[in-house]
Every structure is written in structure tokens, then in C-alpha cells.
């Protein structure tokens, strides 16, 4: 075990921070020592993101103190907060897509220039390449532009970004919930050599094994306030569940109830194509039943949903409710029954400068319209049924999507599937980025559905989800189904061969 150091260089005292209708944060303690990892965990709606906001310089507590170096320090902005040598990487990524990978990671430093500074791009374009290399992605294009990248370049630019300045605090939000095993190992090589070189880091993460295998030491909220700090070495996966959400949760992966599936089938593709992507894709999804597609980054899950969705062209056939369908578009396929959880929650499934209600209709807007008018009570309605059904937490129906926490967001736009009468429900990544309650939560839901005759597919880079969850697990490899597996079939092992193309099971 690591010795700490005996001056934290951040220090949060009784930090408080209430929005309307919600108290975020009620007097947190922190203290962050140079040269530690420091995990702060907790359910969403614990504070985490209000608590990384605030060192940000994008909130300011309503009370408390912070301590930089042993001094009070006010954060009023981004440009403070960076220019203390705080960088934070968001879940959500904050690049410029319409310009290059070395553009992107010279942004932080251009902006501490300030004024009318000279652009040095060649020395903007050596800091790319050497952080790239310290990375392990030495071979990332410098040229190539940001939105033609895959999700997880992007993040390993954005991570990039935040190292480039002179660093004393890195503060990381969900990091690697998009890369993957090789490339998270890649980032906690180099987050160990940062450690090692002095640099507090902050990592907010609901994947608590990797907490505990990463962090020197664990903070736990709850509902806005601070419940314990402890050494990982001392920690375990059920005493953290146990501090976040005040209770034993009991295996969350861990279906209850018996099967569903019905006879009837409700969704059946043949012969999906969609070069070079997919290739002769053949399924069937029966009523009450939960089917999970698996298969690695690029093996064609994303295009799968996005062609099950209407949202990428395809060759072969989808057939609802054994009917030939022509489904070209998201609005083709919400009027034949199906619907939509993207797994970008925030960037294409919620609206979050609406509220509750808006988002829960905004798909079947003709069901609360009368001559081509909305009808708000209509609207007030729908929005109260879909929060009693589902137990979303918000404080009223017009409270504005984005100081949802992420499980109820998840939450509102499966409301949102279900008040179109969608009988095939699309999940993609459905618990990404959710704690571990919201998770159960949202498990009991897709059951319940089940149970009353829905289809639900589940398309997840979680095995132990899909294992947990479903009744038959589809796994893709290069854009091929690669195996087939019964839930009594199910073994790790077995579905990772398959994944990788060493091995077929049941096709």
C-alpha cells in the first residue's frame, strides 16, 4: 500500500449545492492527495457529477470550502479550474468533431495561451504524437478529423486532451465506458504512471471491481451526502453496494422468475445485409422472450440496431408479427410496433432541455393531439402514468431532463418506447452508465414487460448482463452470427470464443 503524502492537494470542506427541487449536495468532505488514485462512487443522483462540476468551475457550492495546496481557492470557471492544473474527461465527450485528432488535444493548451498568442501548430503537433505514444496509440492519425473516428478513439483524444497541460488533478468521469479490455488497460497503465509521477486523479466509475482494482482509496455518497472513505485494500464489491444504496443488493446480474417466451414470434429478420458490416444475419424473437446479442467492439452489434431501427440501409427482411415490414425509418418502425434505447443516452435518446413530459410523448405526439393540436392536459396525463409505472424520480413532470440522474433518464425514455404501444422493445447498452440500484431497477422493469407478452432485445458489451438477463444469447463475430446459445448453455468461456471467431456454437 501506497503512503500518502501529508498535504492533500484538494480539500473539500462541507461543500453544499441545491438546485430547485433538489439538494445535490449537503456538507460532502473530501480530501485528494498528490500522487493517489481516489474513487468516489455512488448511485446516480449521489452527487458525483455535482461534486466533479464544482472543481470544474462549471457550479459554485452554495456553501463550503475548498483548499488548493493549503489554501482557499474559488473556482469561479473552466479557465481557473484548468489553469490550476485541473483537467477533467466527462462521460460525455466535449471534442470539436469537425477538426483533426491534433487540433482536438491542442485545444486545452491554446485556450491557456489566451489572447492574441501565435498558434505554434508544429509543437502542437509534437505534443499530440508524444501524449498519443504515452497512450499506446502512437499510431492514431494526427490528420485524421474527430468525428470520423470510432467512439473510442474519441475518448482516447479526449483523455489525450486533459494529459497535454500541466497537470496536477485529472478528474475522470465514466473513462472507458466506451473502450475496450486492451485499451482500458492501456489507460490504467498510463493513470498509474501519472500516479506515480504525482498527479491526483479523481475516478468516478460504477464498475466497482475495476474501482477496486485501480483506486488507492474509495469515497462512497448517497443521496447528496458523504457516507464513508476507506482503503481499497479494505473494501469489497458488497460492502460498497451495501454503502451506496443503503442495503445488500443480492446479485444484481441474477434473473428472478421463470421464462416467458410465447410461441409467437414477434420480430424476424432473414438474410440482414449491410456491407461490410453485416452479413446474412437470421433471427427470430418470440413474445416474452429477452434475447442478448453479444460480440466485441465491431463485430456489427451497432449496425444492427440502427438497420432493426430504420436508421441504416440494409438488403433482406424484417418480418413483425410474421408481416413482411419495410422498415427505412426510425418513424416506419415506431408505427410497426417497435421501439428504441439508444445506447447514447443523453447525445440521441433524451431531450434535455425538456422536461419529463415532453420527453415521455415526444414520439407519439398524435396520441395527445386533437385536429393537429397538442392537448396539454392529455400530455400531463400520459407523462403522470409513465412515471407511476416506471417509479421515475423526479421532482415534477416539467423538471428538465438534464438534472435527471442517469437511471431515471434511462427510465423516461423507455416510458417514452412504451407509451408508442411498442411491443418489440430495442435495448442497446441499456445499462451503461447506470449504478448499480438503477440497474436492478431496470432489470425488474424488462422482466415485467416480458411477462406480459413484449419482445425485448438486448444488445450489450456486458456479458454478465446478457448472461443474468435473457433467455437466449446471440453472438456476433465481423458481422456473422458466430453462436447460439440456450440460457442453460450459457458459459463465459464458450460465448468469448465465439465472439473472438475461435469457435461457432449452434448455428
Not at 36 to 62: C, F, M, R, W
Not at 94 to 108: G, K, M, Q, W, Y
Not at 161 to 173: E, M, N, P, R
Not at 227 to 233: D, G, K, L, Q, R
Request: glycine residues 8%.
Amino acid at each position: 500500500q501506497r503512503p500518502f503524502l501529508m498535504t492533500p492537494i484538494v480539500e473539500l470542506h462541507e461543500i453544499s449545492k441545491g438546485f430547485p427541487g433538489v439538494q445535490a449536495l449537503e456538507g460532502v468532505s473530501l480530501t485528494v492527495e498528490p500522487g493517489e488514485i481516489h474513487a468516489i462512487v455512488g448511485e446516480n443522483g449521489a452527487g458525483k457529477s455535482t461534486l466533479i462540476n464544482i472543481l470544474a468551475g462549471e457550479l459554485q457550492p452554495d456553501a463550503g470550502r475548498i483548499l488548493y495546496l493549503g489554501e482557499q481557492q474559488t473556482i469561479p470557471s473552466p479557465y481557473v479550474s484548468q489553469q490550476l492544473g485541473i483537467s477533467v474527461v466527462y462521460q460525455e465527450l466535449a471534442l470539436c468533431p469537425n477538426l483533426t485528432v491534433a487540433e482536438n488535444i491542442s485545444l486545452s493548451a491554446t485556450s491557456m495561451q489566451g489572447g492574441m498568442a501565435p498558434l505554434h501548430r508544429s509543437a502542437f503537433r509534437a505534443t499530440a504524437r508524444r501524449v498519443l505514444e504515452q497512450l499506446g496509440m502512437g499510431h492514431l492519425d494526427l490528420n485524421a478529423v474527430v468525428s470520423r473516428l470510432g467512439v473510442a478513439e474519441q475518448q482516447i483524444v479526449e483523455i489525450a486532451k486533459a494529459i497535454s497541460t500541466d497537470l496536477k488533478v485529472l478528474i475522470l468521469d465514466e473513462p472507458n465506458s466506451a473502450l475496450t479490455t486492451d485499451e482500458t488497460e492501456r489507460l490504467f497503465t498510463v493513470l498509474r504512471q501519472l500516479r506515480a509521477n504525482g498527479v491526483a486523479i479523481l475516478y468516478v466509475s460504477h464498475r466497482l471491481e475495476e474501482v477496486l482494482n485501480l483506486a488507492d482509496r474509495i469515497t462512497v455518497l448517497r443521496d447528496g451526502r458523504f457516507v464513508e472513505t476507506i482503503p481499497a485494500a479494505e473494501a469489497s464489491v458488497n460492502r460498497l453496494i451495501a454503502s451506496m444504496v443503503g442495503r445488500a443488493v443480492d446479485n444484481i446480474y441474477r434473473r428472478r422468475g421463470e421464462s416467458t417466451v410465447q410461441p409467437t414470434t414477434a420480430l424476424q429478420v432473414r438474410n440482414l445485409c449491410s456491407p461490410p458490416y453485416l452479413n446474412n444475419v437470421t433471427f427470430d424473437l418470440h413474445e416474452g422472450e429477452v434475447l442478448g446479442i453479444a460480440g466485441l467492439p465491431n463485430a456489427g452489434k451497432e449496425e444492427l440496431v440502427d438497420c432493426c431501427f430504420g436508421l441504416r440501409h440494409y438488403s433482406g427482411d424484417i418480418l413483425i408479427q410474421g408481416r413482411k415490414s419495410a422498415i427505412h425509418s426510425p418513424h416506419a418502425a415506431i408505427a410497426h410496433g417497435l421501439a428504441l434505447i439508444p445506447a447514447d443516452r443523453r447525445g440521441a435518446g433524451a431531450l434535455l432541455s425538456m422536461g419529463v413530459q415532453e420527453n415521455v410523448v415526444a414520439a407519439s405526439l398524435r396520441r395527445v393531439s386533437r385536429a393537429g393540436f397538442v392537448q396539454f392536459g392529455a400530455v400531463r396525463k400520459a407523462a403522470a402514468a409513465g412515471v407511476r409505472e416506471l417509479d421515475i424520480k423526479a421532482s415534477s413532470l416539467v423538471q428538465r431532463m438534464a438534472t435527471l440522474s442517469g437511471g431515471n433518464q434511462q427510465k423516461v425514455i423507455l416510458s417514452r418506447g412504451l407509451f408508442t404501444q411498442a411491443r418489440v422493445l430495442i435495448l442497446h447498452e441499456p445499462t451503461r452508465g447506470i449504478d448499480v440500484g438503477a440497474k436492478a431497477e431496470i432489470y425488474a422493469i424488462l422482466h415485467k414487460l416480458a411477462e406480459d407478452g413484449a419482445a425485448v432485445l438486448i444488445v450489450s458489451s456486458e456479458l454478465p448482463e446478457l448472461m443474468g438477463q435473457c433467455d437466449r444469447i446471440l453472438v456476433l463475430y465481423r458481422g456473422c452470427i458466430s453462436g447460439s446459445f440456450a440460457r442453460d448453455q450459457f458459459a463465459e468461456e464458450s460465448i468469448l470464443a465465439c465472439a473472438m471467431g475461435q469457435a461457432s456454437h449452434g448455428i
